[in-house]
């Protein structure tokens, strides 16, 4: 079992280096198919309330005798829920349904900034921490205006932002940012599903450089972005393969060049937090 190096968050806590996505996994295949990724050895879990999995999550990390405290598990307040004592609501319902005492990053999904109550919502999130119901606060697909808006309100800095982040839409600015305010960055779809550039010269290359598969160049380019990169898989082997990226290196030329394939319409959907709304 490969054992993967940690990330210390701005708050002390700390985080693998390499997370599982689990949306869309749910049910008794979805339970199987987490429960393998923390036989992989992943010990971080990505979840949300519109994942509709919460529970499933909690049942595989049951199931898999894996101790609670070497997981770390994050979910995402819904849009629905931004005012204070709406999120609230949704961070303890979160917890009943994964049957945990306290979750580890709780994250607001969209800041949805035609409602105008991610703030509020952040506030929660901060509360929640205060009493325990969540060890650290973070946001994702926040902007550098969203980020702003939440530190300037409540004086506590996410310890990180989960973002669209892949080789078509590499995020250098908003990388940037983050690096500045000390916020890890976390991707989402970091593989850039369906768009996925396995047949791109640079991953290509890189790929047959270092004996591995593309995906794995492309984990592995997260990696030394210092990016945390979350990928979804319920193939036992390609699970495996995605978690095994720490034993070799790309080097600067072949990050760049990586990096060098983004687009400014990179983004697999119209996911501009600017104008996205989830609910």
């Known amino acids: 079992m490969a054992t993967t190096p940690t990330r210390t968050l701005q708050d002390g806590t700390t985080l693998p280096a390499t997370g599982f996505g ?21 010990r971080l879990l990505d979840t949300a309330v519109n994942y509709g999995n919460e529970q499933e ?5 049951r199931r898999s005798g894996v101790p609670r405290e070497e ?6 307040v819904p849009g629905r829920d931004h005012a204070f004592d709406r999120a609230v609501a949704s ?20 800041p949805n900034p035609s409602v105008g109550l991610y703030v509020d ?16 606060v973070g946001v994702s697909n ?10 300037e309100a409540t004086g506590v800095t996410p310890v990180l932002n989960q973002v669209e982040l892949h080789p078509l839409f590499p995020q250098e600015q908003l990388r940037a940012a983050h690096e500045r305010l000390g916020i890890l960055t976390e991707a989402w779809s970091p593989l850039g599903k369906r768009n996925a550039p396995f047949g791109a010269d640079p991953v290509a ?7 591995v598969t593309p995906a794995q160049a492309i ?29 070799f290196e790309l080097s600067p030329d072949e990050v760049a060049a990586i990096s060098a394939l983004g687009r400014p319409d990179g983004r697999l959907f119209g996911g501009d937090p600017d104008t996205h709304e989830e609910m």
Request: hydrophobic share 45%.
């Open 57 to 61: 999550v909690g049942e595989a990390i």
């Open 219 to 247: 984990l592995r380019w997260h990696v030394q972005l210092g990016v945390v990169p979350l990928p979804k898989s319920s193939d036992p082997e390609r699970q495996r393969a995605n978690l095994d990226v720490f034993g």
């Open 71 to 76: 997981i770390v598990v994050q979910t995402k």
């Open 121 to 136: 919502a952040y506030r929660a999130l901060v509360e929640c921490r205060e009493r325990g119901l969540v060890r650290s």
């Open 205 to 211: 290359a890189a790929a047959q450089a270092h004996g």
């Open 142 to 151: 926040f902007t550098e205006k969203h980020l702003a808006d939440v530190i």
């Open 22 to 42: 689990t949306y869309p996994l749910t049910g008794e295949d979805g339970i199987r198919a987490m429960v393998s990724a923390l036989e992989a050895g992943y």
């Open 91 to 110: 961070v303890e319902g979160s917890l009943e349904r994964l049957g945990l005492e306290q979750v580890d990053v709780a994250l607001i999904h969209w």
